[in-house]
């Protein structure tokens, strides 16, 4: 494969604005690692993810549904403007479980990842509906106006476990302001919500297939930390010392994240398109790979000695995030193909046999048993989702 096959514009203006999102998030948790105790910034990283997990649900699996689904202009506008109605219905039935939990503080973190964050509803709709050069300008500016108030208050303001709760709710209502505007001068009618309401609603069942797929999906990124909060005797230490090593390691996933949705119209078109992009994305995760690894030792020997001792576990993640990395493009496929069913049985395999073996192997070796059983179960994902495609690819 040619090197211009690999490095084209559309990949690098959607891949810098990932890098550029994604770099700022980095640089806030390394600042908040070095900043804080283990101890707080264990609890930030908790938080942080029952947020990105729940944030998930609430979305209901609309963003994948507006990828895969939507054809026309007319369906793009009237399905975000639908999806942006139901996930807010959504908000309040999960702010009575929140209520329960004592922990309704999350429900706006909550809605403003679902509509907003990346991956969010409002990044699917705007991929579709524009392109993903206007895609990477919402990205890095909703990331410049979130990371610099979690930054401005872990810095300025001594917050802690809550430095990835506030920003929301300073952010919420302008973000909701710009959809309505958005959705304004796109002349949405009442007659055509009615209408493509009721497609939107007979679809759910199908998104329903696809929220628990996503779940557990995402799942495979944190179900290591509600693992080791459990079970472990000094549970937000090892968190600490297990996030900082996932943390670099998922950089490895902005490789699959911006082949995959800049290409997924081309997906849409032609099967053909699916080993093409997987010969592009293991080029360069093999790559990139390599550069983690030289990049993390000597990172933790200069700069961050106190996480030095976790370089084995680092490996033993990465190493995970490869298989993770590989899958997307056959996972995204599947979606186009409508195979939420087989999708969702996949994921929920694998998820209930990482969860399990995540449980086995932390009893006799601690954090590197939980990383191990990472590995082992996007490895046989990777595997699983390979013979899907090959099944359904005509």
Same mark, same amino acid.
Do not use: C
């Given at each position: $494969? ?6 084209? !514009? ?27 105790? *283990? ?11 029952? /947020? ?7 979305? @209901? ?7 895969? &689904? ?33 922990? $309704? ?34 990205? /890095? ?15 300025? &303001?001594?917050?802690? *476990? ?30 055509? %919500?009615?209408?493509?309401? =009721? ?15 996503? @779940? ?29 090593? %996932? ?14 949705? +800049?290409? +997924?119209?081309?997906?849409? *078109? ?8 997987? =010969? !592009?994305? +293991? ?9 983690? +690894?030289? @990049?993390? *030792? ?7 000695? !106190? ?13 995970? !995030? /490869? ?10 496929? $599947?979606? /186009? ?30 954090? &590197? ?11 046989? =994902?990777?595997?699983? @989702? ?9």
């Amino acid at each position: $494969m040619q090197l211009k096959e690999l490095i084209q !514009k559309k990949y690098i203006y959607y891949g810098l604005s990932i890098i550029f999102t994604r770099g700022l998030e980095m640089l806030v948790l390394f600042f908040a690692a070095d900043y804080l105790s *283990k101890q707080d910034y264990g609890s930030l990283e908790y938080y942080k993810k029952i /947020i990105e997990v729940g944030s998930s649900f609430l979305a @209901f699996g609309l963003p994948a549904l507006i990828v895969s &689904y939507t054809t026309n202009k007319q369906n793009k506008n009237y399905f975000y403007a639908l999806s942006l109605v139901f996930a807010f219905v959504v908000s309040l039935i999960v702010a009575v479980v929140l209520g329960v939990l004592y922990l $309704m503080i999350l429900w706006v973190p909550l809605l403003f990842y679902a509509l907003y964050f990346t991956g969010g509803i409002t990044q699917s709709y705007l991929l579709v509906r524009r392109n993903s050069n206007v895609v990477s300008v919402y990205k /890095i500016l909703v990331s410049v106006l979130f990371y610099g108030l979690v930054f401005t208050g872990i810095r300025y &303001y001594s917050v802690t *476990k809550y430095g990835f709760v506030y920003p929301a709710y300073f952010l919420i209502i302008p973000g909701l302001l710009w959809s309505f505007w958005l959705l304004y001068k796109e002349q949405i009618h009442w007659n055509g %919500l009615k209408r493509y309401g =009721r497609l939107f609603f007979k679809l759910l069942p199908s998104s329903l297939t696809l929220v628990v797929s996503n @779940f557990a999906n995402l799942m495979f990124l944190y179900t290591d930390i509600f693992i080791i909060n459990l079970l472990s005797a000094q549970p937000k230490i090892d968190i600490a010392d297990y996030s900082f090593s %996932l943390n670099v390691a998922n950089m490895l996933l902005l490789v699959p994240v911006t082949l995959v949705q +800049v290409d +997924v119209e081309k997906m849409k *078109k032609s099967a053909k398109e699916v080993p093409l992009l997987f =010969r !592009k994305i +293991v080029i360069l995760v093999l790559t990139a790979s390599l550069f983690l +690894v030289v @990049f993390y *030792k000597y990172f933790t020997a200069w700069y961050f000695t !106190k996480f030095t001792d976790t370089f084995t576990l680092f490996i033993i993640i990465l190493a995970a !995030k /490869i298989f993770q990395a590989f899958s997307p493009v056959f996972g995204t496929y $599947m979606a /186009i193909k409508r195979q939420y069913t087989l999708n969702l049985k996949i994921n929920l395999f694998v998820l209930a046999l990482n969860i399990i073996l995540s449980y086995l192997l932390f009893q006799k070796y601690g954090l &590197y048993g939980v990383a191990l059983a990472s590995a082992l179960s996007l490895g046989l =994902r990777f595997i699983l @989702f390979t013979l899907a495609y090959q099944k359904y690819k005509n």
